[in-house]
């Protein structure tokens, strides 16, 4: 019961958090995306390595887009963009931004990076 709860409540944030670009597009019922131009690329790139129910979490400007993604091609071995870096960040920039955030809805606006706690050093085995 919990985790039907945990997955309508993604569900809800995700289509909450669009309200103003799903105002001129639908949203997809399976992964949650505004049907906005741009949005299979990012349905494709993303949702092959996670859910795209994490995408309106991590909000930000093309700048901080193209650092989260380039921290995953880094770290978590994520393929290169490519030719669809532009089309990938247009679409993220466009519809998952800060000001599209509804203060109404939300009660703060996601932490700084700096504000975030430290992640867990990784212990060698002995």
């Not at 597009?25 to 399976?30: A, M």
């Not at 131009?37 to 859910?51: F, M």
Request: aromatic share 8%; with cysteine; glycine share 4%.
């Amino acid at each position: 019961m919990k985790k039907h709860l945990h997955i309508l409540a993604l569900l809800l944030t995700t289509s909450t958090f669009g309200v103003i670009a799903t105002e001129q597009y639908p949203i997809d019922k399976t992964t949650g995306l505004i049907m906005a131009p741009g949005w299979e690329i990012v349905k494709n790139q993303c949702n092959a390595c996670h859910t795209s129910l994490i995408i309106p979490q991590n909000v930000g400007d093309r700048k901080i887009w193209r650092e989260t993604i380039q921290w995953m091609i880094d770290t978590q071995g994520l393929w290169d963009l490519n030719e669809t870096w532009d089309p990938v960040l247009d679409y993220l920039e466009t519809y998952y931004n800060e000001s599209g955030i509804d203060m109404k809805i939300f009660r703060r606006k996601p932490l700084n990076a700096a504000q975030m706690p430290p992640l867990p050093e990784k212990k060698e085995p002995q």
